[in-house]
């Protein structure tokens, strides 16, 4: 929209220790009707968080962030840039080592807009467009979990309790491994297909089957298709 680099760069301007800024987003269908609008990606609204605070929320998956409503400094950004290796999680990974560098700052108003249909490279690997939101695969979520540990992984000895990171990011994939899975048995049209997708699902960490938050949100998905 309009304001949008106006209002970022007055944000780094006034915050050198700054270094990514993100807005909220207005989500359009195919033909530019409105689906939703997120003020701050985050559930809290706060103006300023530090990097490090930032990358745990960004490790539990709890955030609605855009890549497109998002400004970097140019000195933040990781001198490797996006990863091959990191594939469907490459934007993830770039603000994970970007907020390395500085805290990062939110415009809690939505400054851009993010057209979703059937055709954009979020519906590939197995994603679905379902309504207003996109129902992720776990293979999309493997991969983006991968990008987690690898952060982790390389820069270990600059990441405080990193061995607690990576349990936040292993326990971010439980999670939405029940949820897949209650998601799959409800409505079951296909009732034996269904049972061996949540068996699949759940077999690829049988301690999720032991992790009461994740039966918490695997609960909320399943009563939300009911």
Request: charged residues 25%.
């Amino acid at each position: 929209l309009p304001d949008f680099l106006a209002r970022t760069a007055q944000v780094l301007h006034e915050h050198p220790d700054v270094s990514i800024v993100h807005t909220g987003y207005e989500a359009i269908d195919a033909t530019g009707g409105l689906l939703y609008a997120v003020e701050h990606p985050f559930l809290d609204a706060r103006v300023i968080i530090s990097g490090f605070e930032y990358i745990q929320r960004m490790l539990s998956g709890e955030h609605r962030i855009e890549f497109t409503a998002s400004v970097l400094r140019r000195r933040s950004l990781p001198a490797c840039g996006f990863l091959v290796e990191d594939d469907v999680g490459d934007d993830i990974g770039l603000l994970l080592r970007a907020a390395l560098h500085g805290k990062v700052a939110f415009v809690n108003e939505p400054l851009v807009r993010v057209r979703f249909h059937d055709n954009t490279v979020s519906t590939t690997g197995g994603n679905q467009l379902l309504g207003d939101r996109y129902l992720r695969s776990v293979g999309y979520r493997i991969k983006c979990t991968e990008t987690k540990l690898r952060f982790i992984e390389e820069y270990a000895d600059r990441l405080p309790h990193h061995r607690s990171l990576r349990g936040i990011a292993k326990r971010s994939l439980r999670r939405h491994l029940l949820v897949s899975a209650a998601r799959a048995l409800h409505p079951p049209s296909d009732v034996r297909g269904a049972l061996r997708s949540a068996v699949t699902d759940t077999a690829l960490d049988r301690r999720a089957l032991v992790d009461p938050r994740a039966w918490k949100h695997a609960v909320a998905a399943y009563l939300d298709r009911a």
